[in-house]
């Protein structure tokens, strides 16, 4: 069989790693990829968003089976597109996508299906927004509508931090017509859990849970990234809360898609919160996280080409996704200055990988038989072990020994779900 795989950063470096496990698998195409990508798979420099490029690629490739990993091509419909022309997909179409495409849909849905979630209020004009923000609570959450590269939601103190928001957003609109509308919702506290699922339109399958570190800096300090290291699984996220997520957001969520008449097969991505109310969602995405895809695949020990083939031909079962019981975390190598200002071109020295350890690479290119760093988030360093503990001091190892020349990274990924394990554990003994 000869994959399509469309996109080009660590999540898709993961995934094609996991596609290759599969005997039938001949070829894998990646579109953009990226110089790590070109190891385990063919890459062609296409954009994920040039839709035209893509299926002119496609008709010429006829491949087997594609999957769509990166949000804006499935905003824009791509999965629609290829299924028109014969190539089967994972990954949902354009009418089911918009879960992630716009926040005041997936704002309507929960609330029309009463899955929990922070309320909130739509404004579509600067001076409507600024009118309800004199008088709200602080701290209080100002999101855009649309796609904003992982940057549209925006937590407010004050009402003059607001209006600089609703300024940059509804007036500057610094992510174009994302801000149009606004959603303008309660503040929640609580620990944060990353739920991946599986799912065909009628069941879902939720995978292992994950945690994100969002923050550039440690201590969860500076600004909001698409996110430095992850690990799985996430101690919060007990069996007991897991069962509340499936009876209160998961089964309810799929099935208001399907009422809706927007079926959504592929990987939906649950952004919860665990509030002393209960868990409610932050937001979905309608694809697989970065960089929680490469602590949740290699725990994965069933075939994802077949789950994946099941997703997109309504034949989803449960017992067709089997999960390792052991931990994995992923720690991000940045370029120094990222997310903001960075330097790239630097050639990147990676080692040899053993058993339980992988290198996901996102930001880099090939030039002249060397890699070179290219991006923001350069590549993961992801290992698996029987426990978290084993598992985030060989990410860390296998980290150190990869170099480049402004290399930056969090020493503090994992610190908090050890230390919220290790109090579960203490609580446990305490109640025995
Ligand atoms: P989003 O783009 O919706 O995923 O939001 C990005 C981050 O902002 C989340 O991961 C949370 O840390 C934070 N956030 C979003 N919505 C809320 C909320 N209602 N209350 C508190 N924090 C939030
Ligand atoms: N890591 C968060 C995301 O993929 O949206």
Not at 74 to 97: M, Q, S, T, W
Not at 139 to 164: C, F, H, M, N, W
Not at 194 to 199: A, C, G, K
């Amino acid at each position: 069989m000869n994959i399509l795989v469309v996109g080009g950063g660590g999540r898709e470096h993961a995934v094609i790693k996991a596609l290759k496990k599969n005997q039938t698998v001949d070829k894998i195409w990646c579109l953009p990829g990226n110089g790590g990508i070109e190891a385990d798979a063919e890459c062609f420099p296409i954009k994920a968003t040039d839709l035209d490029g893509i299926l002119a690629f496609a008709k010429e490739r006829r491949p087997d089976f594609a999957v769509v990993t990166p949000d804006d091509p499935l905003c824009l419909g791509l999965v629609d597109l290829l299924e028109e022309i014969g190539v089967p997909c994972f990954g949902p179409r354009k009418n089911a996508a918009v879960i992630e495409g716009s926040k005041v849909f997936s704002k309507q849905l929960m609330e029309k299906y009463k899955i929990p979630t922070a309320a909130a209020h739509t404004f579509t004009s600067p001076q409507s927004a600024l009118a309800y923000l004199e008088s709200c609570d602080y701290p209080t959450v100002i999101k855009a509508d649309g796609l904003a590269l992982g940057k549209g939601a925006v937590i407010v103190s004050s009402y003059e931090d607001a209006e600089r928001v609703i300024d940059d957003m509804m007036v500057k609109k610094i992510f174009g017509e994302s801000g149009s509308h606004v959603l303008i919702e309660e503040y929640l506290t609580g620990p944060e859990v990353s739920v991946l699922s599986f799912t065909d339109g009628n069941i879902v399958v939720p995978m292992v849970s994950s945690m994100d570190h969002k923050r550039a800096r440690d201590g969860d300090e500076g600004l909001n990234t698409g996110g430095m290291g992850t690990i799985a699984p996430n101690p919060y996220y007990t069996s007991e809360i897991a069962d509340v997520c499936m009876k209160t957001i998961f089964l309810p969520t799929i099935e208001a898609m399907r009422k809706e008449g927007r079926v959504f097969k592929g990987c939906l991505y649950f952004g919860l919160m665990l509030t002393p109310k209960g868990p409610k969602v932050i937001e979905y995405n309608c694809r697989f996280g970065d960089p929680e895809t490469q602590v949740v695949l290699p725990l994965l020990q069933s075939d994802l080409l077949t789950v994946m083939q099941a997703c997109r031909n309504g034949t989803l079962t449960a017992d067709m996704v089997k999960f390792s019981e052991g931990a994995a975390c992923c720690v991000v190598l940045a370029s120094d200055g990222y997310p903001q200002k960075y330097e790239t071109g630097y050639e990147i020295v990676l080692p040899e990988t053993k058993e339980g350890e992988e290198i996901y690479v996102a930001g880099a290119k090939r030039a002249e038989g060397k890699l070179l760093t290219a991006g923001g988030r350069v590549l993961g360093a992801a290992a698996t072990a029987p426990d978290l503990k084993g598992a985030v001091k060989k990410a860390y190892a296998l980290a150190e020994k990869i170099s480049f020349k402004n290399a930056y990274m969090r020493r503090d990924i994992g610190k908090r779900a050890l230390e919220a394990q290790a109090g579960r554990e203490t609580d446990k003994h305490i109640s025995e």
